[in-house]
C-alpha cells in the first residue's frame, strides 16, 4: 500500500513528535528547542537521544537510530511501515486510506499468521491423541491444571515427519510458505519436513492476540532441550515477552520476570497472574521498552543456581537505566518459582515475593557473598566493594541508610565508611560529567566518534563532512541545487550513502516534491531515514550560507582528486618521472 505526501504530513502533523516520544523516553528539558533522554534502543548512562521540534524528528548520538514520528513508532513498537501508519491513525482518529492492491508483504504476514493459528490448533488436537500420553503425563507431574493448559493453549507435536505439514497443506498452505515460517524445513529429497517434532508446544501469543512463534520443549534427554520459532516476518527474537498478553492488565502495574515458559504458567496458576519470560537466549533492549510500557515495578525471578544468578546481574547492569522500580526475589527452597511452589505452596511464593530486595539490596548481598566478612580482609574487601554500589546510588537519603547498615554489620565507623562512599560518589560524578562533555562535544561538532550511519565516514572524514554539509544545506535549501548545478552533481560526493541520498534529494527537488521527513518514510531504508534524520540535526549548526557550500563543494573536488591521483609506489622511475613534470606543467611551474 502506498500512500500519498500530503497524507503522510498531515498524518505526522498530527502526531507531534515530542508528544509520542514522551509516552515512552523521560524527556529532559535542558532548552526550549532540544529535549533529551536515555535512548529506547541501546542501553546508555548519559542522554543522547534528542528529539528535534523544529524538523519533527529525532536523532540519537549514541546509536545512530533517528527518524520521524513513523520511524519512532515502528521501531519502538516493532511494526512495519503500514501498520506503523494505521497506529497513528488510530491515535489521532484519522481514517486509512483504502487501496486495491493487497501489498505482498502484508499478504505474507496474514498467511503466517494464518498459518500459526492453523498448527496452534493442530498441536492441541494432537495433546488429545494416544501418543501424546507422554506429554500429558509431563504436564500432570508438572502439576499443571486442564484449564490451565487450555488457558495456555499447550500441545504436543507427534513423533512424525511431515504430520504438521501435510495438515497445513490441506489447509491450503504451500511448501515454500511453511519454510518461510519456520513450520517446516526443506530436505534434501525436495520435500518439505516439520520442524516441530516429539515436543511439548508452547504457543507464543503477541498483545493482540495473534501466534507468532512457538517454543517446543524435549520429553526425554535429547538435545536441543527447547527448540524455538526462528525469525520470521511475524516475530523476532528478543523482542517477546511470553505471557505478556496475559499480564499487561494486571491493575498493581507490577510484573514479574522469570526465566522459562514452564516457571509462568505455574505463578499463573498459583494466582501470579503478573508474571511474564523473555524470550530467547539473553535479554534484550527491546525487551526491557516493551515492559516498561507495561509495568512501574519489575521482580526479578531467575532460577537460584549459578547461571540464574549471572542472569539476575546481567539483567540488573541492562535495567540499569530503565524507568521500573526493580526488585530481585532471593528463591529458597527450590530452584525456580515452579518447584516453590509445588513444595511449598503459593504462600512461600508471596513471602518471597513481599520481601523481594531492591536492586542495591542484592547488589550489596552479591558483593557480600565474595567474603568472609569475619575477617579483617574479607571485612576490608567487602566493604570497597559496597561503597562502588553506594555511589551509584542517586538518592542521599537512600545511601546515608545503607551506610548505617553497613556501619552496623561490619562494626565499622560510620563515619569512616560515609566518607568513603562520598569521595566515591564525587568521583562517578566526575566521570560521568566528562562523559555528558565529550557526549555534547561530540555531537555539536559531528565528531567521527559519534555513531553516524555512514561506514565510510572514518576513512573520509574531511570529505564526510562537507558531504553532510551540502545535504543539510539542501534539505534547509532546495533553490541551491540550481544555484550550485554547474559545480555539483552525484559524481562530486566520495562516499556511496551521501552519494545515495544526494541523488534522492536532487530529484525530489526537480519533482517539487517536499522535503519533510515524512516524505522519505515509506520509501527510504532505517539507515536512510536515520541519516537523514542526522542530516536535520545538522541544520541548527550549519551557516546554510551560499559561502558556505561553495567552500564545501571546494572541499569535496581537493579530497577527490587525492583519490584520483596514482599509487608513487607502485610507478617505475620513469613514470613517476613523467607523472611531475606533467604536474609541473598543470601548475605553470
Not at 343 to 357: C, F, P, S, V, Y
Not at 559 to 581: C, H, N, R, T, V
Request: hydrophobic residues 35%; contains cysteine; glycine residues 6%.
Amino acid at each position: 500500500m502506498r500512500f500519498s505526501d500530503d497524507f503522510i504530513t498531515e498524518l505526522c502533523a498530527r502526531n507531534d513528535i515530542e508528544d509520542v516520544v514522551s509516552k515512552y523516553v523521560d524527556l529532559q528539558y535542558r532548552t526550549s528547542r532540544t529535549p533529551k533522554g536515555l535512548c529506547p534502543f541501546h542501553s546508555e548512562k548519559t542522554p543522547s537521544f534528542i528529539v528535534y521540534r523544529d524538523t519533527q524528528s529525532y536523532y540519537c548520538f549514541g546509536c545512530g537510530n533517528g527518524g520521524n514520528v513513523i520511524t519512532f513508532i515502528k521501531n519502538i513498537e516493532r511494526l512495519d511501515f503500514v501498520e506503523a501508519v494505521r497506529f497513528l491513525c488510530d491515535r489521532c482518529g484519522m481514517a486509512m486510506p483504502t487501496d486495491p492492491v493487497d501489498d505482498e508483504y502484508l499478504r505474507l504476514r496474514r498467511r503466517c499468521y494464518e498459518a500459526n493459528r492453523e498448527a496452534a490448533r493442530f498441536f492441541c488436537g494432537c495433546l488429545k491423541t494416544e501418543a501424546a500420553a507422554p506429554a500429558r503425563a509431563y504436564l500432570e507431574k508438572r502439576g499443571l491444571l486442564p484449564e490451565t493448559v487450555k488457558s495456555f493453549g499447550l500441545g504436543f507435536a507427534p513423533d512424525t515427519w511431515d504430520s504438521l505439514v501435510k495438515y497445513l497443506k490441506g489447509k491450503g498452505f504451500t511448501e515454500n510458505e511453511l519454510v518461510a515460517f519456520y513450520l517446516a524445513r526443506q530436505g534434501k529429497s525436495g520435500h518439505a519436513y516439520d520442524v516441530f517434532r516429539n515436543r511439548l508446544m508452547f504457543p507464543i501469543i503477541d498483545l493482540r492476540g495473534n501466534v507468532v512463534a512457538f517454543g517446543g520443549r524435549v520429553l526425554d534427554d535429547s538435545k536441543p532441550k527447547y527448540l524455538n520459532t526462528a525469525d520470521t516476518v511475524v516475530y523476532k527474537k528478543g523482542s517477546g515477552i511470553y505471557a505478556l498478553n496475559f499480564a499487561k492488565n494486571n491493575k498493581d502495574r507490577a510484573l514479574i520476570l522469570c526465566e522459562g515458559y514452564m516457571d509462568v504458567i505455574a505463578m499463573h496458576q498459583a494466582g501470579f497472574t503478573n508474571a511474564v519470560a523473555a524470550l530467547g537466549t539473553a535479554f534484550t533492549q527491546e525487551q526491557i521498552s516493551l515492559l516498561s510500557r507495561y509495568c512501574d515495578e519489575l521482580y526479578l525471578s531467575f532460577d537460584s543456581d549459578e547461571a540464574g544468578q549471572k542472569a539476575t546481574q546481567r539483567a540488573l547492569r541492562l535495567l540499569e537505566n530503565a524507568p521500573m522500580k526493580l526488585r530481585v526475589l532471593r528463591i529458597d527452597g527450590g530452584k525456580d518459582p515452579d518447584e516453590v511452589i509445588k513444595t511449598q505452596g503459593k504462600e512461600k511464593m508471596r513471602d518471597l515475593i513481599d520481601n523481594a530486595q531492591n536492586d542495591t539490596e542484592f547488589a550489596l548481598s552479591q558483593a557480600q557473598a565474595k567474603y568472609d566478612i569475619s575477617t579483617d580482609d574479607g571485612k576490608l574487601g567487602f566493604l570497597n566493594d559496597a561503597v562502588l554500589v553506594l555511589a551509584a546510588v542517586p538518592n542521599p537519603m537512600e545511601r546515608d541508610i545503607y551506610v548505617s547498615r553497613l556501619a552496623q554489620l561490619t562494626g565499622t565507623s560510620r563515619e569512616a565508611i560515609a566518607q568513603q562512599v562520598h569521595r566515591a560518589v564525587l568521583a562517578k560524578r566526575k566521570r560521568d560529567n566528562r562523559a555528558a562533555f565529550e557526549n555534547d562535544a561530540r555531537e555539536a561538532a559531528g565528531d567521527d566518534k559519534g555513531k553516524i550511519p555512514n561506514p565510510e565516514r572514518r576513512a573520509h572524514l574531511r570529505a564526510c563532512k562537507a558531504e553532510e554539509t551540502i545535504l543539510a544545506s539542501l534539505l534547509k535549501n532546495p533553490d541551491y541545487l540550481k544555484r550550485f548545478a554547474s559545480m555539483l552533481n552525484a559524481d562530486s560526493f566520495v562516499t556511496e550513502v551521501n552519494r545515495n541520498l544526494f541523488a534522492d534529494i536532487s530529484a525530489r527537488i526537480r519533482a517539487n516534491r517536499p522535503l519533510d521527513l515524512s516524505c522519505f518514510s515509506e520509501e527510504s531504508s532505517n539507515e536512510q531515514i536515520s541519516m537523514l534524520a542526522y542530516l536535520l540535526s545538522l541544520g541548527e549548526k550549519i551557516a546554510g550560507t551560499p559561502k558556505e557550500m561553495e567552500e564545501c563543494i571546494r572541499t569535496l573536488a581537493e579530497e577527490k582528486s587525492k583519490q584520483a591521483l596514482p599509487d608513487a609506489s607502485g610507478m617505475s622511475d620513469e613514470d613517476f618521472i613523467k607523472f611531475m613534470e606533467n604536474k609541473r606543467k598543470k601548475a605553470g611551474v
